[in-house]
């Protein structure tokens, strides 16, 4: 059974930075797209950022140029560095595995997810 666990949360001050984590169990890891969406109160679930198998990355152009989505698949972890953090990027943050390298579907169950708080 998949399983993907969140961490990295937290309460930061506008202009700063957090680096969520996303380790992943019950898959072969290395063979997946994989993704972060965010979710604010009263807003949809949206695409925040993805990674292919081969390490091409996309973004939604509210967070382009600030956080940047890696993966090591020998842990079994994607990671979202988040720099300049608005207020605006207060949201639950989840990870998925990704349907295709370049869209913005995610595939898949998803986890408890990581509260980012942005206080300005």
């Known amino acids: 059974q998949v399983q993907v666990v969140e961490s990295g949360g937290g309460l930061v001050q506008a202009g700063g930075s957090l680096r969520l984590s996303c380790a992943a169990s019950?898959?072969?890891?290395?063979?997946?797209?994989m993704c972060w969406f965010r979710q604010s109160p009263g807003k949809q679930r949206e695409f925040v950022a993805g990674?292919?198998?081969?390490?091409?990355?996309n973004y939604a152009d509210s967070v382009k140029g600030r956080f940047t989505i890696s993966r090591d698949n020998a842990k079994n972890v994607v990671y979202l560095q988040m720099n300049s953090l608005k207020p605006e990027d207060t949201a639950v943050y989840y990870c998925?595995?990704?349907?295709?390298?370049?869209?913005?579907?995610?595939?898949?169950?998803w986890g408890q997810g990581t509260q980012v708080t942005v206080s300005s």
């Open positions: 998925n595995r990704k349907l295709t390298a370049t869209g913005t579907r995610a595939s898949g169950s």
């Open positions: 019950g898959i072969t890891f290395s063979i997946y797209h």
């Open positions: 990674i292919s198998t081969s390490g091409s990355t």
